[in-house]
T-cell receptor, first 112, second 109 residues
């Protein structure tokens, strides 16, 4: 089992460009999450999905969109990247909401 | 909204010394989780506490959940260099988990 995988590992964007971060899990988990991690601020929830076809906003959703394509995949899209979105992005999954979360290796995004 | 704080922000210890990090929530929690993140890595789940006053041990790690379910602590006995990393607590009041800012532990050999 690969667990939670994320692509790409690193990305550099120019302000205004768009991109999609991909996440997939092979643990048959129902819940999936997108977090961003900034120095000294822990992890902040961007969006959450309880099941295929459902998504909910987290603490910092502005500037992002998500899509739960199927039970395995949960993608995060930046439509018009801004320097404030420079961060490390982690995808996570859990069997159900509020269970143990399994994290992917992260995507390090820099917006110039 | 719900806020989760952790102290200290940083801790430097000599190998063999003990280490404690404290987690405090602005609201009563239904449960709390602890994660460890090695430098350059991703968070890894350590434990979940649910009951008021609960104490759980994992080898040299002891986790406590406060009686009022608003605070928690992680204590490491006789630290080793493998304990290096950032320790996060994450609390929920039934909605999504809110992560604390973490305590970064460095262990000097």
């Amino acid at each position: 089992n690969a667990g939670v995988t994320q692509t790409p590992k690193f990305q550099v964007l120019k302000t205004g460009q768009s991109m999609t971060l991909q996440c997939a899990q092979d643990m048959n988990h129902n819940s999936m999450y997108w977090y961003r991690q900034d120095p000294g601020m822990g992890l902040r929830l961007i969006y959450y999905s309880a099941s295929e076809g459902t998504t909910d906003k987290g603490e910092v959703p502005n500037g992002y969109n998500v899509s739960r394509l199927n039970k395995r995949e949960f993608s995060l899209r930046l439509e018009s990247a801004a320097p404030s979105q420079t961060s490390v992005y982690f995808c996570a999954s859990s069997e159900r909401k509020n269970n143990e979360q399994f994290f992917g290796p992260g995507t390090r995004l820099t917006v110039l | 909204g719900q806020q989760v704080m952790q102290i200290p922000q940083y801790q430097h210890v000599q190998e063999g010394e003990d280490f404690t990090t404290y987690c405090n929530s602005s609201t009563t929690l239904s449960n709390i989780q602890w994660y460890k993140q090695r430098p350059g890595g991703h968070p890894v789940f350590l434990i979940q506490l649910v009951k008021s006053g609960e104490v759980k041990k994992q080898k040299r790690l002891t986790f406590q959940f406060g009686e009022a379910k608003k605070n928690s602590s992680l204590h490491i006995t006789a630290t080793q260099t493998t304990d290096v990393g950032t320790y996060f607590c994450a609390g929920t009041n039934g909605q999504n988990f809110v992560f604390g800012p973490g305590t970064r532990l460095s262990v000097l050999p």
